[in-house]
């Protein structure tokens, strides 16, 4: 997300936006509850317009 978002966004978006496709939850969240990183960084490229180069 660093790299994609830039470090201090990254951060504030891990640990303050709540996505319904993370079960309600931040993506600090669903890693803490056991989401493998890789699904999580999915739900956020789909739901932030990643482009799939970067994915």
């Known amino acids: ?6 470090e201090g966004y990254a951060e504030s978006f891990a640990s303050d936006h709540v996505m319904s496709e993370l079960g309600g939850r931040t993506v600090r969240q669903a890693l803490e509850a056991g ?21």
């Open 1 to 6: 997300m660093y790299a994609h978002f830039g």
């Open 35 to 55: 989401w493998e990183a890789k699904d999580v960084w999915r739900v956020v490229c789909e739901t932030q317009g990643v482009s799939a180069l970067l994915r």
